[in-house]
């Protein structure tokens, strides 16, 4: 085993980690419009072409172009109206030379026709006819077949993460299934005697299980699947049955507290004895989180949590979160969502450690500006109160007020 607290930068402990994980994809097919966050098993290719036919963009008149040329206000190109072209349905009229068809946004224009004239840019000039003050170019104010994708294109790549408007998308296209790769199972199991559940009014001495339901809500929002397995006591063997069953029935497993250097700390020792090659790292050159354990067994990733909650929820972010998505098939990983702020305080660090300050956004003048939130690392309000976190790099001795910082967003 690695010596504890021989730390290693974020970064290169992150790239140790995933180094020694390969994913083990496995499929399922879920409706489209259930597949937000999903990621995607297959590459997805479009079956037809979007729009399927040439789309208004305007409300107006399908012309032929070459029939405004010149058109202006003091000279008008006069258009006969020879109809209306229907919403959801084909025209029946081809248009000529020197005609017009009365049209709407979204509605097909008639054969024959290669533009739309906005209303406004026509009057009335007797019954059946229109003048146009102002040409249009071919393909103006139209959408052509496969503008938007044609026959046969990828539409979204294998790996792809599905947001909002991917899922719109393939709606349009009739892509109303689709095969994702199953959602990650995270396993979470909290440690120590003087850990109660929330339904419990603690004793002297105890605290209610913070962690547990933080790292679950963190594991759910990166697009996993959360398994609390309850509280192990500080007992090395009951905390190794209770690790190895809640490894078994999961796809990683996430331990909170018991990563600390201390004789009651045996969180290390225990991830050895679940499987090779145990552990990776003991030790992080981060605050808040040092003692954090990253770890793989038998082919599972196994990351030991700082005990404190801001350390825990720190660390989840910086290791679990995009672990989550490496184990989800995703190619790409989201970055996380960022705010640039005006630092309202100087912040201390030291250099060669990697610090995470929480921080509340407000608007001063026209622009964000974060103010740090010190606390200790015990205190769970500290980031119930914080929009997000700020970096101090680990060749910096700290940040000065009045810096342009780019803050992570919760």
Request: proline share 9%.
């Amino acid at each position: 085993m690695p010596e504890l607290f021989n730390v290693l930068p974020p970064d290169e402990a992150r790239e140790v980690l995933r180094s020694h994980v390969t994913p083990r994809l496995q499929r399922e097919t879920v409706p489209t419009e259930e597949s937000l966050g999903r990621v995607l098993a297959v590459e997805v290719t479009s079956r037809e072409a979007l729009p399927s036919f040439p789309r208004s963009t305007m409300d107006g008149y399908a012309v032929r172009a070459r029939d405004t040329f010149g058109a202006s206000e003091g000279l008008p190109a006069l258009l006969t109206v020879i109809g209306e072209a229907p919403m959801g349905r084909a025209p029946a009229m081809r248009l000529g030379q020197g005609q017009a068809a009365l049209c709407y946004t979204g509605g097909m224009t008639p054969e024959g026709a290669d533009a739309v004239v906005m209303v406004e840019q026509t009057q009335e000039a007797g019954p059946g006819a229109i003048e146009v003050v102002r040409p249009v170019a071919p393909g103006e104010n139209v959408v052509q077949p496969g503008e938007d994708i044609r026959a046969g294109e990828v539409v979204l790549p294998r790996g792809h993460r599905l947001r909002a408007q991917d899922i719109g998308g393939l709606m349009g296209l009739g892509v109303t299934q689709l095969e994702v790769t199953r959602r990650p199972r995270v396993a979470i199991l909290s440690t120590g005697d003087e850990i109660v559940p929330p339904s419990t009014t603690p004793g002297p001495g105890r605290v209610r299980d913070v962690n547990s339901y933080t790292a679950s809500a963190q594991v759910e929002r990166a697009g996993g699947v959360a398994l609390r397995c309850g509280i192990a006591p500080d007992d090395e063997e009951a905390l190794l049955a209770l690790a190895r069953e809640a490894l078994g029935a999961a796809d990683a497993l996430v331990i909170s507290a018991g990563s600390s250097v201390s004789t009651r700390d045996m969180t290390a020792q225990v991830i050895n004895r679940l499987g090779s090659p145990g552990v990776l790292v003991h030790g992080v050159s981060l605050r808040p989180g040092k003692p954090t354990v990253l770890a793989v067994c038998d082919g599972k990733p196994v990351i030991g949590l700082p005990g404190n909650p801001v350390s825990a929820m720190v660390v989840f972010e910086l290791f679990v979160t995009p672990l989550i998505g490496w184990l989800a098939g995703e190619t790409y990983p989201q970055e996380p969502r960022t705010v640039t702020a005006r630092l309202t305080r100087n912040v201390a660090s030291a250099p060669g450690r990697e610090d995470w300050v929480p921080v509340r956004l407000v608007r001063e003048n026209g622009e964000f500006c974060a103010e740090p939130l010190f606390g200790k690392s015990n205190l769970i309000f500290t980031l119930v109160r914080a929009d997000g976190l700020v970096k101090v790099p680990l060749d910096k001795g700290g940040l000065y007020a009045g810096e342009m910082v780019e803050v992570r967003v919760w």
